[in-house]
Structure formats: structure tokens, C-alpha cells
């Protein structure tokens, strides 16, 4: 059962604080990797995309892969109150017809003022 | 706009039934998907289309039809509503596969009594 594991949370950090969300996934041959935000009865949308091992950045978030240890997250630097929300992690395998994408369960983060 | 729209946005029904929620994209994206989110669950596919005529089951289909007739469309179908399909639901498009990103639409929020 292929997984991606999450810390639910709730992650609690100070305004203008850096927040690191992480995500765990247990399909090796995994190659696409997604971070969505969803506000509170919101749908889901799309933060940030990293396909390579190493860092991304943009704006004031970066994500960061790591494939061999199977592990990849997400910072938000000089977070706002507005940053709060659940960020979900999506992983993704292209083997199959339709690819394979799996969602976390989310950490919901907090930002205080 | 690019956008992903969903109908009805709040429904309240009784058990046994028949209720159809339509979704619709403008983005001329060939893979359409259906999503369940419950807490504690994450989100859960529940069927997926390739493109016009083609779909197929996802994780959790039981109790679910859905159609593709045409490319921006993909309608789920509840043929006899029970109380456990109370759930918010969310249908997503991207270009050709689950594993390109996702866009979401605002989700509908179906309660069965």
C-alpha cells in the first residue's frame, strides 16, 4: 500500500517565524511531488511543484526533495496569519495509465499574530 | 477564467435519493477526477476519466457512477444516497493524467439524511 504520512499537527508558529511542514512517502519509484493549501472548507490549491532532488523556491516558500530518504517539505519564511491552513503533500508515479497520485492527510498550520 | 465549477455547491437529501452533481472545466483538460474528503481521511479518489467515454474506478467507488459524454464535463452520480456518502466533495482536472497538477473545484457538501 503505496503511503505519503504527514503530522497532522496542528503546527503552531509566531508571525514572521519559519514554518517547515514534512512529508513522508513510502513509494521509492515515486518522481512528482506537489504541496497544496486548503483553507478551511476550501478546495485545495496547488503551492508548489519539484520533480529534482534538492530546493525550489518561490516567493517566500521553498520546497525541498529528498528521494533518498524518501522525503520532501515544504517552508514558509516571514509566515502571515493569512498562511494559515492545512497543507496538503501529493506524490505522484507515472507508471500506469493514469499515473498514481496520492494525497497526505494534511498538517494544519497555525500562524499567530 | 480557467476554471473548474461545481454543482450544487450545498445539498441536503434524504437516503435512496437519485442525485447527480456536475462538474465542469473550460481549461479543455482530458483528465477529470472525483474526490471525497472526510476527516481524518484525507482525500479519497473516487472515480477518474481519461478522456471522452473513458473512466474508470478509483480507491473508493462503491455506491458512485459517473459519465464523461463530453471533454468538459463529468457528472457523479448517486443512484441511492446513504447516510456514509455524506462528505464534501471535489472534482479536479489536469491536462492528461492524475499526476500533472490538479486544479480543484469549490466542492460540494452533501449531506444524506
Known amino acids: 500500500q503505496k503511503e505519503v504520512e504527514q503530522n497532522s499537527g496542528p503546527l503552531s508558529v509566531p508571525e514572521g517565524a519559519i514554518a517547515s511542514l514534512n512529508c513522508t512517502y513510502s513509494?521509492?519509484?515515486?518522481?512528482?511531488f506537489f504541496w497544496y493549501r486548503q483553507y478551511s472548507g476550501k478546495s485545495p490549491e496547488l503551492i508548489m511543484f519539484?520533480?529534482?532532488?534538492g530546493d525550489k523556491e518561490d516567493g517566500r516558500f521553498t520546497a525541498q526533495l529528498n528521494k533518498a530518504s524518501q522525503y520532501v517539505s515544504l517552508l514558509i519564511r516571514d509566515s502571515q496569519p493569512s498562511d494559515s491552513a492545512t497543507y496538503l503533500c501529493?506524490?505522484?508515479?507515472?507508471?500506469?495509465?493514469?499515473?498514481?497520485?496520492?494525497f497526505g492527510k494534511g498538517t494544519k498550520l497555525s500562524v499567530k499574530p | 477564467e480557467a476554471q473548474v465549477t461545481q454543482n450544487p455547491r450545498y445539498l441536503i437529501t434524504v437516503t435512496g435519493k437519485k442525485l447527480t452533481v456536475t462538474c465542469s472545466q473550460n481549461m479543455n483538460h482530458e483528465y477529470m477526477s472525483w474526490y471525497r474528503q472526510d476527516p481524518g481521511l484525507g482525500l479519497r479518489q473516487i472515480y477518474y476519466?481519461?478522456?471522452?467515454?473513458?473512466?474508470d474506478k478509483g480507491d473508493v467507488p462503491e455506491g458512485y457512477k459517473v459519465s464523461r459524454k463530453e471533454k468538459r464535463n463529468f457528472p457523479l452520480i448517486l443512484e441511492s444516497p446513504s447516510p456514509n456518502q455524506t462528505s464534501l466533495y471535489f472534482c479536479?482536472?489536469?491536462?492528461?493524467?492524475?499526476?500533472?497538477?490538479?486544479?480543484f473545484g469549490p466542492g460540494t457538501r452533501l449531506t444524506v439524511l
Open positions: 479536479a482536472s489536469s491536462l492528461s493524467r492524475s499526476t500533472d497538477t490538479q486544479y
Open positions: 519539484i520533480y529534482s532532488n
Open positions: 501529493a506524490v505522484g508515479n507515472y507508471g500506469g495509465s493514469q499515473g498514481n497520485l496520492i
Open positions: 476519466s481519461m478522456n471522452v467515454e473513458v473512466t
Open positions: 513509494d521509492r519509484g515515486s518522481q512528482s
